[in-house]
């Protein structure tokens, strides 16, 4: 008789640590530093005496903070340089728009944080009160933090292995005094590692109510966007939908449109219908989307009657819509 070697289950993707070996078992798992995988792991000992199966001390903090933001949305890219943080600013500042709605964005893309130049407060600095870290405010309703008001200098490079990160993150959601919020922007880096492990694990209890996935035309990117909602459906985040950004270039003298990136394979259109995600809209290039970038300004007020800001307010509308928010 030929012995069969059962498979070893697949670990819960927020069980295993930051700066866990190749094939860790995860720490939820009966064999959390028994494993051959576990030797020589500078987490052996506490997985094998079962410490490391107990509740992130700081889960109760986080859950305490975040009872007064009714939605929290993760924007995601599984590429880089899609316009991920442009997104997410214009969101912000439509949200804001309304004045009635109190908007927070947390950039924890730690790595690369774009968000405060992008919204033009980049040169302002973190303070501390009795009640925690106060976010910095691009106006009256719209607060934001990010680890780029923290560094010396915008020259400085963040070397930091994953538990450094997920320590940052954990202080963002539980020592940020964001007070009473009616949307959550978070603004992630590319891909699937520490930083989105970290925020799903710590909101866990707290709910997160959807993604929105961005992606350019191009198969180089689409690939990285199927792993991304491949990602979020493992660890039960909802998909609000897909925006396809850089679709496109319409001149803004005559109007035409051309096909700047030509979607090969049929686009994020096609991505969608094929995952089986709603498919929010595609926002066309326009160079001053970029110089709003690098000014710090809301390229929606500058320029509203822009192709882009149009695709940008249908694709808010659309999400407002789905999140019955409209």
Known sequence: MIAVQQAAPTPDPLSVPANAPEHCPGTESELAGKADACAGCANQEICASGEARGPDP?????????????????????????????FTAQLGWAFAADEQLQTGIMDVDICGPSIPT????????VHASSSGWSPVYVQDNLGVMSVGF??????????????????????????VDWGDLDYLVIDT????????????????ESGIDGAVV??????????DV????????????????LVENMSGFVCPNCKNESQIFKPSTGGGRRLAQDMNVEFLGAVPLDPRIGKSADYGVSFLDEYPDSPASIAYLDIIDKIKEILGDA
């Open 58 to 86: 700081a889960l109760p903090l986080v859950r305490q903070r975040m009872a007064s933001v009714k939605r929290k949305i993760l924007v995601l890219s599984g590429k880089g340089g899609v316009g991920k943080s442009t």
């Open 189 to 204: 880096p590319p891909g699937t590692s520490d930083e989105h492990l970290s925020i799903v694990q710590y909101l866990k």
């Open 150 to 175: 923290m560094l010396p200098s915008s020259k400085d490079a963040i070397m930091w292995r994953g538990p450094k990160k997920n320590g940052l993150i954990s202080q963002f959601l539980k020592d």
């Open 226 to 241: 199927r792993r991304e909602i491949d990602f979020c459906r493992k660890v039960g985040i909802r998909v609000l939908g």
């Open 214 to 223: 961005i992606t350019t035309p191009q198969e180089v990117a689409l690939q």
């Open 118 to 125: 992008i919204l033009g407060i980049a040169s302002e600095q």
